[in-house]
């Protein structure tokens, strides 16, 4: 079955940075399009950024400039390089992977970014 694990989360101080990988299996990765959310407490689940098979990539204004997704289809990885965090930046970030016209999540990794 499909699994996707997130590591690289912390504590980071506000300027900051953190990169978060996201290890797919189950799926073929490569044809899949892979995505990063995230909720903070008491929000919804927001869209943070997306990067398609073919490497397109859109992300969300408030991150623009700052967060950048990439991917290692040799490592089945999706990466999200996050610089010049903001204590507003502080969620569980969640990986998602669209394959075979089905949404996958992984189980979140949290990032906090306090002083």
């Known amino acids: 079955q499909v699994q996707l694990v997130e590591s690289g989360g912390g504590l980071v101080q506000p300027g900051g940075s953190l990169r978060l990988s996201c290890a797919a299996s189950g799926m073929i990765f490569s044809i899949s399009d892979m995505g990063w959310y995230r909720q903070a407490p008491g929000k919804q689940r927001e869209w943070v950024a997306s990067?398609?098979?073919?490497?397109?990539?859109n992300y969300a204004d408030s991150v623009k400039g700052r967060f950048t997704i990439s991917r290692d289809n040799a490592k089945n990885t999706v990466y999200l390089q996050m610089n010049s965090l903001k204590p507003e930046d502080t969620a569980v970030y969640y990986c998602?992977?669209?394959?075979?016209?089905?949404?996958?999540w992984g189980q979140g990794t949290q990032v906090t970014v306090s002083s």
């Open positions: 998602q992977a669209h394959f075979a016209r089905v949404d996958y």
């Open positions: 990067i398609t098979s073919g490497s397109i990539t």
